[in-house]
């Protein structure tokens, strides 16, 4: 079945730094999304990517659908401490609407 | 706009124990699922409902899960008997019929989840 491969798996970073992380697949995919889940809540989706290409941004998030469809990054600028929680990247197929959803990356900000 | 609704938000049961979730969507989505959300993994999709039809429960355990949406709105999520490897988060999410539009707006809202442990 369809698979995303999240990397990396945990972040600790200073206050203020950018953070990277992203998400590549063997399969193609059709829509890219983002979430952030904090702990004992849902998934908040914070970016959504449709077309090959395109990149996106919301506040400091900005995340880009990769060309060849099979990954997708996400970026954070200037963190700050409530960005900690875990980021997830979402994929939907060239066939039916099911997400597959990667493993997440922890993120921690030092403050 | 109420978000998606969940409870239990906290379940401990016994192994071989029966236990049900109970999730309301959000208002006019017609779209929703049910994932099961192992610690330190990703959700994965138990079912999808679409009014009230299943849409897709292939990674639904059916020898002892059961979901339902009678009346297309709330839906119920029920495990018997439980098992130690049941123990997980179990979130639901709803949304406007996919696919239609590609617009954020049309993408799933997740609830806060019901956290199940099982001894």
């Known amino acids: 079945g369809q698979q995303l491969n999240q990397s990396p798996q945990s972040m600790f970073i200073q206050e203020g730094e950018d953070v990277s992380m992203n998400c590549t697949s063997s399969s193609i995919f059709n829509t890219w999304l983002w979430y952030k889940q904090d702990p004992g809540e849902g998934p908040v989706l914070l970016i959504a990517l449709y077309k090959a290409g395109e990149l996106t941004s919301n506040g400091r998030l900005t995340a880009q659908f990769g060309i060849t469809r099979k990954d997708s990054f996400l970026n954070i600028s200037a963190s700050i401490p409530s960005d900690v929680g875990i980021y997830f990247c979402a994929g939907r197929g060239e066939y039916g609407n099911k997400l597959v959803f990667g493993a997440g990356t922890i993120l921690r900000v030092k403050s | 706009e109420a978000g998606v609704a969940q409870s239990p938000r906290y379940k401990i049961i016994e192994k071989r124990q029966s236990v049900a979730f109970w999730c309301n969507p959000i208002s006019g989505h017609a779209t929703l699922y049910w994932y099961q959300q192992i610690l330190g993994q990703g959700p994965k999709l138990l079912i999808q409902?679409?009014?009230?039809?299943?849409?897709?429960d292939s990674q639904l355990p059916k020898d002892r899960f059961s979901a339902e949406r009678l009346k297309g709105v709330d839906s119920t999520l029920k495990i018997q008997p439980a098992k130690l490897e049941d123990s997980a988060v179990y979130l639901c999410?709803?949304?406007?019929?996919?696919?239609?539009?590609?617009?954020?707006?049309?993408?799933?809202?997740f609830g806060p989840g019901t956290r199940l442990t099982v001894l």
């Open positions: 409902f679409q009014n009230n039809g299943v849409v897709d």
């Open positions: 999410a709803s949304s406007l019929v996919p696919g239609q539009t590609a617009d954020s707006g049309n993408e799933q809202f």
